[in-house]
Antibody, heavy 116, light 107 residues
Framework: EVLLVESGGGLVQPGGSLRLSCAASGFTFSTYWMTWVRQAPGKGLEWVANIKEDGSEKYYVDSVKGRFTISRDNADNSVFLQMNSLRAEDTAVYYC?????????WGQGTLVTVSS | DIQMTQSPSAMSASVGDRVTITCRASQGINSYLAWFQQKPGKVPKRLIYGASSLQSGVPSRFSGSASGTIFTLTISSLQPEDFATYYCLQHSTYPLTFGGGTKVEIK
């Protein structure tokens, strides 16, 4: 069974940083692209970033380019999202997902709140 | 960026109704289209991938189709557990883009 468990969310002040982690199990992690998707309170889904199996390609939505960095550790079956210069509009539940013809399996999400 | 225009944004329907939700892509995306269901407070669940392939474990009353840049999710006979919000996603071109969502409510 595919299992994805996010951690690292919390309350942070504007301009601050957070690092989200996603621990994967139940599949051969190193053979899948991985994805981060977010959902602001009461709003729709927004794709944030993708990373290739070996980490050699990374893609971001424009609104986070230069501020967020996706990375992965295939030895530890984990994917990360380093979020810097956080803004109020980054407040959302952040989901980690395996990418297989688009996101197929999703984690439970971790809430990031950016507020003073 | 590819825009995904999803309609309707909300609808009311009764148990047993046939429900159709549409996503129009602003340019060609081949079959790189998925549909998701999300219930309040829950994680999105993929229903359809490749525009028309049914995700394993998803009831056969759900189906997807495509005609050019218009993609359709059909629920053949709405069940009580189907009341939820539905999203399409194009993963043909970066940035990946979701439709705005369709909330299906009980009439």
């Amino acid at each position: 069974e595919v299992l994805l468990v996010e951690s690292g969310g919390g309350l942070v002040q504007p301009g601050g940083s957070l690092r989200l982690s996603c621990a994967a199990s139940g599949f051969t992690f190193s053979t899948y692209w991985m994805t981060w998707v977010r959902q602001a309170p009461g709003k729709g889904l927004e794709w944030v970033a993708n990373i290739k199996e070996d980490g050699s390609e990374k893609y971001y939505v424009d609104s986070v380019k230069g501020r967020f960095t996706i990375s992965r550790d295939n030895a530890d079956n984990s994917v990360f999202l380093q979020m810097n210069s956080l803004r109020a509009e980054d407040t959302a539940v952040y989901y980690c997902a395996r990418s297989n013809w688009g996101p197929d399996s999703w984690g439970q999400g971790t809430l990031v709140t950016v507020s003073s | 960026d590819i825009q995904m225009t999803q309609s309707p944004s909300a609808m009311s329907a009764s148990v047993g109704d046939r429900v159709t939700i549409t996503c129009r892509a602003s340019q060609g995306i081949n079959s790189y289209l998925a549909w998701f269901q999300q219930k309040p407070g829950k994680v999105p669940k993929r229903l359809i991938y490749g525009a028309s392939s049914l995700q394993s474990g998803v009831p056969s009353r759900f189906s997807g189709s495509a005609s050019g840049t218009i993609f359709t999710l059909t629920i053949s006979s709405l069940q009580p557990e189907d009341f939820a919000t539905y999203y399409c996603l194009q993963h043909s071109t970066y940035p990946l883009t979701f439709g705005g969502g369709t909330k299906v409510e009980i009439k």
